[in-house]
T-cell receptor, first 116, second 114 residues
Framework: DARVTQTPRHKVTEMGQEVTMRCQPI?????VFWYRQTMMQGLELLAY????????DSGMPKDRFSAEMPDATLATLKIQPSEPRDSAVYFC??????????????FGEGSRLTVL | AQKVTQAQTEISVVEKEDVTLDCVYE???????LFWYKQPPSGELVFLIR??????QNEISGRYSWNFQKSTSSFNFTITASQVVDSAVYFC???????????FGTGTKLQVIP
């Protein structure tokens, strides 16, 4: 059963620490999205990639956030230094390419981050 | 720019009642896709339906139905005879633009009371 895998599922850290979240998209998918979910803002698009190339990261605070795809099976979202306002659930989603691209996204279970 | 508005933040209904979740979208593109996702208490987002901008035919799937109207830029979702298991947050989403960016609404929390 193909699914998007995110690690860690939960992370508690102290302000100022570096946080790295990882995502393994579904094999064969060529688009990857990072979303952040908070009560106040809902689902915010942070960044997304197609064929490992970043297409849009305008929703991401550039001074502390960075997103990369070292290879087709791994996407990372890094926060350095983390702040309490970064506390949220971070979702990764992937989408299929070409003829099989029916548009919907497949979401991971999310990484719940708490910054103290 | 693209935008999705879900004006209803929370809705409570009694089991077996019908409920409609509203979604209004904005985009300059003539080709786009609309979606509904469900987020149950477990947290994972689950795809429900996809509609492209050239297909205004309404769709029914069991107790779920969707009403797509381009004239009002709306894509509303109706649950008939609601059940407790329908309790979740429902998101409307829009995919458009050259890079096919996906934008979500803020979600509507539906609570179905037994």
């Amino acid at each position: 059963d193909a699914r998007v895998t995110q690690t860690p599922r939960h992370k508690v850290t102290e302000m100022g620490q570096e946080v790295t979240m990882r995502c393994q998209p579904i094999l064969g998918h060529n688009t990857v999205f990072w979303y952040r979910q908070t009560m106040m803002q809902g689902l915010e698009l942070l960044a997304y990639f197609r064929n490992r190339a970043p297409l849009d990261d305008s929703g991401m605070p550039k001074d502390r956030f960075s997103a990369e795809m070292p290879d087709a099976t791994l996407a990372t979202l890094k926060i350095q230094p983390s702040e309490p306002r970064d506390s949220a659930v971070y979702f990764c989603a992937s989408g299929p390419k070409g003829q099989t691209n029916t548009g919907e996204l497949f979401f991971g279970e999310g990484s719940r981050l708490t910054v103290l | 720019a693209q935008k999705v508005t879900q004006a209803q933040t929370e809705i409570s209904v009694v089991e077996k009642e019908d409920v409609t979740l509203d979604c209004v979208y904005e985009t300059r593109d003539t080709t786009y896709y609309l979606f509904w996702y469900k987020q149950p208490p477990s947290g994972e987002l689950v795809f429900l339906i996809r509609r492209n901008s050239f297909d205004e035919q309404n769709e029914i799937s069991g107790r779920y139905s969707w009403n797509f109207q381009k004239s009002t830029s709306s894509f509303n979702f109706t649950i008939t005879a609601s059940q407790v298991v329908d309790s979740a947050v429902y998101f409307c989403a829009l995919r458009s633009g050259g890079y096919q960016k996906v934008t979500f609404g803020t979600g509507t929390k539906l609570q179905v009371i037994p």
